[in-house]
Nanobody, 129 residues
Framework: QVQLVESGGGLVQPGGSLRLSCAAS????????MGWFRQAPGKERQFVAV????????????SYAESVKGRFTISRDNAKNTVYLQMNSLKPEDTAVYYC??????????????????WGQGTQVTVSS
């Protein structure tokens, strides 16, 4: 059983930056593909970014939703059991609760909610002036 705890959310002005963190415990973090999703009020949860597990001959690979490509960067530190989401050039439409999730899938990179096995409780990100 993997537990995921997000942190780093908050209120930021348009054009600003935030870095979200997701700390994992209770499992072998390096064996999971890690993703970020978000859910705005009244909308479905949507894929944001995913980073494949690395090591044992599996190359580091990441993928992004079109709406965040070039502005967000996902990364992971297997030594710290943590995945990050660096968010730059934030827009009001990025306002949502952000969730991290862990998947046993490798390829194709999981982008659907039902492809993930464990979820965090979410952290609120609000982009507003």
């Amino acid at each position: 059983q993997v537990q995921l705890v997000e942190s780093g959310g908050g209120l930021v002005q348009p054009g600003g930056s935030l870095r979200l963190s997701c700390a994992a415990s209770g499992g072998t973090f390096s064996s999971y593909t890690m993703g970020w999703f978000r859910q705005a009020p009244g909308k479905e949860r949507q894929f944001v970014a995913v980073v494949i597990r690395s090591g044992r001959g599996i190359y580091y690979q990441e993928s992004y939703a079109e709406s965040v490509k070039g502005r967000f960067t996902i990364s992971r530190d297997n030594a710290k059991n943590t995945v990050y989401l660096q968010m730059n050039s934030l827009k009001p439409e990025d306002t949502a609760v952000y969730y991290c999730a862990a998947s046993r899938m490798i390829m194709p990179l999981p982008r659907r909610i039902d492809e993930y096995d464990y979820w965090g409780q979410g952290t609120q990100v609000t982009v507003s002036s």
